[in-house]
C-alpha cells in the first residue's frame, strides 16, 4: 500500500505503548518521515553530545543564545546526567539523531541553585530542549515536548516545568505555543555570573 501524498509537513502520530527496560511506559510516536522519539541508551550518548555541539555552534553570535557554547553547556556530561537523574529522550530519524529532551524530578540535574523549588514527586522538569539546526521548523521540538509531557505522566507527575532565559525570544514563544504559562519571573538560577541573571519559570497543567 502506497504512503499518502505529503504536500507540507502534516504529522500524522501513531500511538503504541512500550514497556522500557526500567519498567517505565513510554508513548513513542513516529510520523510518516520515519521520525520516532524514544528512550536515549548509554550507546546514544556520544551522538546526544555531538548534537549539543552543533547546535551550540549554531548558536553563535545569535542574541537569544542562552550562554550555549561547545564544550560549556551543555555537554556530554549534562546528557549523562539527565539519563541516570531521570531521563533522556533522542529524536531520531532513521539512524540519524535529530534531537533531544531531558527530564529530572528536580529543578536542576547538575548542583542546584539557591531558593530552588520544593521536592515535589507531582512535577517532572524539562532540560536541554535541542534540536539539530538541519532539521528545525519541522514540529521536532513539538514532538520531543509531547513526549516528555507522556513520559512525566506515566511516572505520575500532574506538572512539567522548565525554566527559560529571559532573552530567549524563540524559545518563550515556542513554549506559549505548546501551552506553557510563565509561572514566576526574575528567577535567578545561578548564572549571573555568565551573564545570565534572569530566568523564567514556566509549567503546563498535564
Known amino acids: 500500500m502506497s504512503s499518502p501524498p505529503v504536500d507540507f509537513l502534516q504529522l500524522f502520530f501513531i500511538f503504541s505503548l512500550s514497556v522500557m527496560p526500567e519498567g517505565y511506559f513510554l508513548c513513542e510516536r513516529s510520523i510518516i518521515m520515519a521520525l ?25 553570535g545569535k542574541a537569544y543564545n542562552p550562554g550555549w557554547a561547545r564544550d560549556g553547556f551543555p555537554t556530554l556530561d549534562c546528557a549523562r546526567e539527565y539519563l541516570r537523574e531521570g531521563a533522556l529522550l533522542i529524536a531520531m530519524e532513521g539512524s540519524e539523531p535529530v534531537g533531544s529532551v531531558g527530564l529530572t524530578r528536580e529543578p536542576s540535574a547538575e548542583d542546584g541553585f539557591e531558593n530552588a523549588p ?10 536541554v530542549l535541542a534540536v539539530h539546526p538541519a532539521h528545525q521548523r519541522r514540529g521536532i521540538s513539538s514532538l ?22 529571559e532573552g530567549n525570544a524563540p524559545a518563550l514563544r515556542a513554549y506559549e505555543k505548546s501551552g506553557y504559562s510563565c ?15 534572569r530566568f523564567f519559570l514556566y509549567e503546563k497543567p498535564l
Open 36 to 60: 520516532i522519539v524514544r528512550p536515549a541508551r548509554e550507546t546514544d550518548l556520544p551522538a546526544i553530545g555531538e548534537l549539543y555541539g552543533t547546535v551550540c555552534d549554531a548558536l553563535q
Open 144 to 165: 520531543l515536548l509531547s513526549a516528555a509531557e507522556d513520559y512525566s505522566r506515566a511516572q505520575g507527575a500532574n506538572t512539567t516545568r522548565l525554566y527559560v532565559w
Open 183 to 197: 509561572v514566576k519571573r526574575n528567577v535567578d538560577i545561578g548564572l549571573a555570573g555568565f551573564g545570565l541573571p
Open 118 to 127: 520544593d521536592f515535589d514527586d507531582k512535577v517532572w522538569y524539562l532540560h
